[in-house]
């Protein structure tokens, strides 16, 4: 799931929570019509990474999705060889970084909080690649690492979505 569709939930769980059930508020409106028309491209960009030859040498150690390591993964103990190494960087620049520019220029159309979550996310998500490829840590770190990264990104987007339908229920300011 996309994070502005992540968003546009947590928009709307919160407004009915509010008491807001009968219309749907205008911002989680305006974010839902972002999600629709921005989702489509940028899931279409995660499913090439998946696809990838890089990804799909790295699957056995990663997986598919970084919020659901297996067991295994979690407490493998081996370290990236050279040949990772090349794959993951191969990864980064060649597939992730055109899905996260993307991700990021649809942020930007709904708030810079948004913008900020997914860029510090993903920087701790590169200082952690980077800490396997310099073998500074196990797969089962990197794996455990990514997954509450992911965790993290998630509360801070339920959160920023509350603070906007805050912002939104709250009479302006004079």
Do not use: F
Request: proline fraction near 6%; include cysteine.
């Amino acid at each position: 799931m996309t994070l502005l569709i992540v968003l546009s939930k947590a928009l709307a769980i919160t407004a009915i929570l509010g008491g807001c059930a009968s219309r749907t508020p205008p911002e989680a409106a305006r974010i839902h019509g972002i999600a629709a028309s921005d989702a489509p491209a940028i899931d279409a960009c995660w499913r090439k990474v998946l696809a990838s030859p890089q990804h799909q040498a790295l699957r056995d150690r990663m997986g598919d999705h970084a919020d659901s390591p297996t067991a295994a993964m979690k407490s493998n103990p081996a370290k990236a060889t050279p040949q990772d190494a090349a794959l993951l960087r191969s990864l980064q620049q060649e597939y992730l970084a055109p899905c996260r520019k993307m991700a990021l220029a649809s942020a930007a159309k709904v708030h810079p909080a948004i913008v900020a979550i997914l860029t510090d996310s993903y920087a701790r998500a590169d200082a952690n690649t980077a800490q396997l490829v310099d073998r500074d840590i196990t797969w089962g770190e990197y794996v455990s690492e990514n997954q509450a990264i992911v965790t993290h990104r998630r509360a801070e987007l339920l959160a920023a979505g509350e603070a906007m339908q805050r912002d939104q229920q709250s009479p302006p300011s004079r």
